[in-house]
């Protein structure tokens, strides 16, 4: 059947001809391991939502109820996100570049997931900056950052000029990435130490941190790179990290926050955390 050629070739990445986006949708679905990949995390961000707002019911501290906002935000753009992809409306074949491992073929490019990533990882830093006690300048910096990280990976995945470009786009955005990581492991590491919240921030950050990891590296076997994992098992790999590095690392952050409100209340106002040199000063 024709529903069947075309799961096989969505399977191994690659279509020859244009497809439309209830078609991508049908094929979509008629590949079970790669529509599961997209269902379970609707399903487990819809359920995730309706838990972070039952955990945080009570929580009454401006600081702690930032915190949880911002994670919330979260499975929100998750589910809308995955959303996008399972419907096809996120999803388009492009024509590899000469030089690439399927060259002239179309293959399937998921481009929501870097949207996904561009709204919800900035969520991610800013909870933990709030947590670690982060001033703004640094919580600006991550932010930022990680915002250019997403959007030239999308840039990678998009560019169907140059082969050799793509890998430039994805050098840019590892660049970025750097930033990211610096702030995490260095600065806010230092940060959360002087707000009194280094256990529960260290356990985040290595979380955060070795998942992030598995990013780039996926991308880099997958299609959109050297193409050694096909689409399915791509789509799966993306969406386990999404799974453990969201809304895994959420409930272990609001559940803290929870039971340990007076701690968040505790930090110095605003963004800014004490002085690294102790207690801030006292009013005349």
């Not at 991508?24 to 529509?35: K, N, P, V, Y």
């Not at 990211?180 to 280094?198: H, M, N, P, S």
């Not at 076997?221 to 098992?233: K, Q, T």
Request: aromatic residues 10%; glycine residues 8%.
């Amino acid at each position: 059947m024709i529903e069947t050629a075309t799961a096989d070739l969505i399977a191994s990445g690659t279509v020859p001809l244009e497809m439309t986006q209830a078609e991508i949708f049908q094929a979509i679905q008629s590949d079970g391991l790669l529509a599961a990949s997209l269902w379970i995390n609707i399903a487990l961000a819809g359920l995730s939502i309706l838990l972070f707002v039952y955990m945080g019911r009570n929580v009454e501290d401006p600081r702690a109820q930032l915190i949880f906002v911002a994670t919330l935000m979260v499975p929100l753009v998750s589910i809308s996100s995955y959303t996008g992809l399972v419907s096809g409306l996120t999803v388009s074949f492009l024509e590899m570049p000469a030089g690439h491992a399927l060259a002239g073929q179309e293959v399937l490019t998921p481009w929501g997931r870097y949207l996904t990533w561009a709204l919800s990882t900035p969520m991610i830093l800013i909870a933990l900056g709030l947590l670690a006690g982060s001033n703004a300048t640094k919580l600006f910096t991550a932010v930022t950052a990680d915002i250019g990280m997403c959007v030239t990976g999308l840039a990678a995945a998009l560019t169907t000029s140059s082969y050799m470009l793509r890998w430039v786009w994805y050098g840019i955005s590892c660049a970025f990435f750097v930033v990211v990581l610096y702030i995490l492991l260095a600065e806010w590491a230092q940060d959360a130490e002087v707000a009194g919240t280094a256990e529960i921030f260290n356990t985040l950050k290595i979380l955060t941190v070795v998942l992030w990891l598995g990013y780039p590296i996926v991308w880099a076997l997958g299609a959109e790179g050297f193409a050694v994992l096909d689409i399915a098992i791509t789509s799966w790999a993306y969406s386990g990290m999404d799974i453990v590095a969201k809304y895994l690392f959420a409930f272990l952050l609001l559940r803290w926050v929870a039971s340990n409100e007076r701690t968040v209340a505790d930090m110095a106002s605003g963004l800014g955390s004490a002085s690294r040199g102790g207690a801030a000063p006292a009013d005349d």
